[in-house]
T-cell receptor
């Protein structure tokens, strides 16, 4: 189902190069999230946003930065990619307003390989 | 901080039979949500079921139901009449109902369905 898209779907990059992953939503949701998925760890939160220009760190934020200049776009940047950042990255949006939480919708993920 | 634990890395079930996946969580909050997500080989994260902590009634969605034991901080998922398409990784997750509303995941359980 549409509503949230991630790009690119796959990327291979070299150590030390900057990388930006894009998340785009058409649902006008306030909250957006970036997670990474590694074997044995489930999904771990990198950064999240609670509005335009409003972002905060998650559990594994070192080496990552984010930006949100528009409601629909949430960018994740690896300033200088390292092999430890090889992972699958998911963007998510939260449905519901106020205290109502109807669940989170995830993008299809980006598989990033740092060589 | 919230933690979510899934103690079964792998489970298997015979087609048409019932299987229960375990999940325990730890939180000091009184207002939170619990979720089960399914991740098939396609990598897509699919919401299976959602439970509001203040509701004592267990959530159900067709063949999927939960056993929510709030005092024990347990949230197990029961899949009835298992189908081959149920084979996937299953993640238990919790979300506090406060600023950020971040989703915290368990490590996942891989479910195999035998024909």
């Amino acid at each position: 189902d549409a509503g949230i898209t991630q790009s690119p779907r796959h990327k291979v990059t070299e150590t030390g190069t900057p990388v930006t992953l894009r998340c785009h939503q058409t649902e006008n949701h306030r909250y957006m999230y970036w997670y990474r998925q590694d074997p044995g760890h489930g999904l771990r939160l990198i950064h999240y946003s609670y509005g335009v220009k409003d972002t905060d760190k998650g559990e594994v934020s070192d080496g990552y930065s984010v930006s949100r200049s528009k409601t629909e776009d949430f960018l994740l940047t690896l300033e200088s990619a390292t092999s430890s950042q090889t992972s699958v990255y998911f963007c998510a949006i939260r449905a519901g307003t106020g205290k109502s939480n109807y669940g989170y919708t995830f993008g299809s993920g980006t598989r990033l390989t740092v060589v | 901080a919230q933690t979510v634990t899934q103690s079964q890395p792998e489970m298997s079930v015979q087609e048409a039979e019932t299987v229960t996946l375990s999940c325990t969580y730890d939180t000091s909050e009184s207002d939170y949500y619990l979720f089960w997500y399914k991740q098939p080989p396609s990598r897509q994260m699919i919401l299976v079921i959602r439970q509001e902590a203040y509701k004592q009634q267990n959530a159900t969605e067709n063949r999927f139901s939960v056993n929510f034991q709030k005092a024990a901080k347990s949230f197990s998922l029961k899949i009835s009449d298992s189908q081959l398409g149920d084979a996937a990784m299953y993640f238990c997750a919790s979300s506090r109902n406060n600023a950020g509303n971040m989703l915290t995941f368990g490590g996942g359980t891989r479910l195999m369905v035998k024909p």
